[in-house]
């Protein structure tokens, strides 16, 4: 039985840029099937040389401004942003038609070279084009893509896309607003309000635009509350009420608008990591230190999106999230890495990387850190290679000798698989943190006084936090740990707004 289980699955085994690429070329493919069976009004040959034109063009500018900025070239996000105008620009029935295509490929990928600040692109590219292309050469997009045939296929793609970014919050906050202006306060009444939904469901651009365009990661903000003034900020520029003179905002402009206050709020840098140190930590896992030019600054607990070219690409592709391990008082920036036995091609890239090689960094974010107030009692569940924010967090106290009252409950497959032990030794000793591991596989003979065989169940909580109902709880982890954690502190009592649960893009 296919199970949100599996679906959660399925997308912890491939990174984001992939799997929006994927969605979108099984929608191009519903698009084709369609038109091939008279469904849609186009000729499926003139779908296949539009978007080979507008593929290509897309490719061979990125390409030629690659290497006139010296930039490293991210091919899926150049053939994501190639297969969204695909999908809502042409099909062109003429050569003559083609030239359009080219220009606003150009306009797209140009975007991301030019208007950018610190090498991070400002502006969604697909929009920018679209915006601009009407004042250039009266260009407008068709969004084919928006037929009542094609929505239910634009659901399931999109419902995948949310669920992997984790952008309920973003959706739900531009819809909701988007519905409310859209119909107005004098047509609030049941009936009207279905025919709304039915028509953004079945015919409008709407779906598409949310699931696709509004929840691309580089343009977005990275916390909760301005996600959703982000998505509320661009569903209220597109109420009919909303204008400056004859213009009003269209789904493209009123996206840039949301993008500018995106990145006046958003963390705006790249960084060049240097690597400098490697060592193994645990069984099969391996701290990567890296030096970057200037001093990143972020609080403990945070991640960054990590990119690593290489070729072949798997289908987990060259880009990473990970919790940054190393605290802010420390010079290197670390990453703690798991290796299985059949690593990604990118995992293979990174344990062969040679002292002195470099990785980009950039999309500095996360809300897993600690609260201000000194005060709270704190928990951290951790499982595997989820210790990395913990080491971070207990680290930094360590460094500016704060104690707080924490308790550390980590579990690992065997005594073996347990990292930075040294840094946790010495909070118990300096802080007072207590530590508690709990493994599968238990030795007799451990050299440890503090590991117990088991796994972490509501005994176990119960026992070693009799006072539970009184502390915040951190769970880091694998997804699947996180909710049986997080199933398993409901059942205690534990209150939710106690819960915090270590989650990024692409957790694996």
Known sequence: MFTIINIDNFLNRITMYRLALYCLIFLWLAGFLSSFFGILPFAPQDLIFSSAVIIIASAAINAALSYLFKAPSNTESTYITALILALIIGPEKSLSGFLPLIIVSALAITSKYIVAINKKHVFNPVAFAIVFAPYLFYYYPSWWISSPYLAPWVLLIGFLIVRKLQRTDLVASFLLVYLAVSLGASTLNLENIIFQ????????????????????????????????????????????????????????????????????????????????????????????????????????????????????????????????????????????????????????????????????AAQLAGEFIMPNDKSKKLVFLAGGIGITPFRSMIKYLLDIKEKRDIILLYANKSVHDIAYKEVFDQAEKELGIQVAYILEKASENSPYFNVRQGIINKDFIMEKVPDFKERIFYISGPKSMIDSFKKTLKEIGAQKHHIKTDFFPGYT
């Open 197 to 360: 939904i039915k028509n953004i469901v079945a015919y409008s651009p709407i779906l598409f635009f949310t699931f696709v365009m509004l929840v691309e990661p580089a343009t977005t903000p990275s916390t909760r509350l301005l996600r959703m003034l982000y998505g509320s900020l661009v569903a209220f520029l597109l109420a009919p009420f909303i204008h400056i003179g004859s213009l009003y905002f269209s789904l493209e402009s009123a996206l840039l608008i949301g993008n500018i206050f995106s990145f006046l709020v958003s963390s705006k840098r790249k960084w060049i990591l240097t690597l400098r140190r490697k060592e193994i930590v645990s069984h099969n896992t391996v701290n990567f230190a890296f030096d970057a030019a200037k001093k990143i600054s972020f609080k403990p607990g945070q991640y960054l999106e990590w990119t690593l070219p290489h070729h072949p690409q798997d289908a987990r592709g060259m880009r990473r999230y990970f919790t940054i391990a190393s605290s802010p008082t420390e010079k290197q920036m670390m990453l703690g890495v798991k290796f299985y036995e059949k690593p990604s091609s990118y995992k293979k890239t990174l344990a062969s990387l040679n002292l002195g090689e470099k990785v980009t």
